[in-house]
């Protein structure tokens, strides 16, 4: 399986501001002390040496991530990443309206849906669209984002066939050749994490769930379901200070939560996601140095040898299991 993160931010779009872009600037000149800055291979050389957060970012659009499976094609949520997605889906057999995807729902809150409007295959005609979720009215939910005091495209409009299939959370089903399982997060109004195995490898995408107890008793059912997945995508939206602060409640992890269940669940990666609006690209690297180093400490601890890499969800990143 390949998996590529079209958008990791929560909440809301979040594109990078004037004062971050700044600091950005300043890190890297201020850093560039002794580089030839007329020469553009050492300037290329110098960009490869900066740290992530200057040189990169997380990206600003809401949850989307694609998923293939060889000729398979799977989409989790449909935030506002799904427009990028879809811009580079209409290059291939979207395009000429030859393209099928399998597209699962985790949750109807905005930044789980908004990007459907503009995901350019939804107006191709010959297109198929396949929806799963276990919320029976999803259809309506989704016709109602497009009525027209919010939207000016009704979804009668789009020419591609969609189809709704209402799961039951306790059964596992096949996609293709993929096998889906899907498991109850806490979360307001409900929010659903997915298991998919394929070939071998598994990938566990649990976005928008909360973990207000963190002991064996409380976070079994996680434990089982995250169970050596090859990569665990993870709501890590706030830091520990904040979930025990002022956001309890608000359905949503941190890093450290991520990076203890994916040691107890023998992840072998461990990807942060569903990044604070607020989160600057430095906070975000900071977060994956602190999950590493959480990571470290409860192996030196227990003596279990397996590494969990962290990684960080990233627009545009893809990877391979
Ligand atoms: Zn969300
Ligand atoms: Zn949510």
């Given at each position: 399986m390949k998996v590529t993160f079209w958008g990791a931010r929560g909440s809301i779009p979040a594109p990078m501001g004037q004062d971050e872009l700044r600091e950005k600037l300043k890190a890297a000149l201020l850093g560039a002390v002794g580089v030839d800055l007329t020469d553009r291979a050492a300037v290329d050389e110098y960009i490869a040496r900066l740290p992530q957060w200057i040189a990169s970012t997380a990206g600003g659009n809401t949850t989307c991530m694609e998923v293939r499976a060889d000729q398979t094609l799977l989409i989790l949520d449909c935030g506002s990443g799904m427009r990028l997605l879809g811009n580079a889906l209409m290059r291939e057999a979207f395009g000429k309206g030859q393209g099928e995807a399998h597209i699962l729902i985790s949750h109807t809150h905005w930044d789980h849906i908004q990007g459907f409007v503009f995901?350019?295959?939804?107006?191709?005609?010959g297109n198929k669209l396949h929806f799963y979720s276990p919320f029976p009215d999803l259809s309506t939910r989704f016709e109602d984002q497009q009525r027209e005091i919010y939207f000016p495209v009704a979804m009668d409009y789009m020419s591609a066939t969609r189809t709704w299939t209402v799961l039951d959370p306790n059964e596992a089903f096949q996609i293709n050749d993929v096998k889906v399982e899907l498991m109850l997060l806490s979360h307001p109004g409900g929010a659903y994490a997915y298991r998919l195995t394929h070939q071998g490898k598994v990938l566990v995408y649990a976005t928008d769930g909360e973990y207000q107890r963190m002991d064996a008793e409380h976070t079994a059912r996680y434990v089982d379901f995250f169970r050596?997945?090859?990569?665990l995508i993870f709501d890590a939206q706030y830091s520990f200070e904040q979930v025990i602060d002022e956001?309890?409640?608000?359905g949503h992890s941190t890093p450290k939560m991520g990076a203890e269940l994916a040691f107890r669940a023998r992840c072998k990666r461990l990807a942060l996601t569903?990044?604070?609006?607020?989160?600057t690209d430095e906070r975000l690297w900071n977060a994956v140095a602190e999950a590493y180093n959480y990571l470290a400490f409860r192996s030196r601890g227990s003596g279990q040898s397996l590494e969990t890499e962290v990684i960080l969800a990233q627009e545009g990143r893809t990877v391979e299991l």
């Open positions: 995901f350019a295959p939804a107006y191709v005609r050596d997945a090859d990569l956001k309890r409640d608000w569903h990044h604070d609006p607020l989160a």
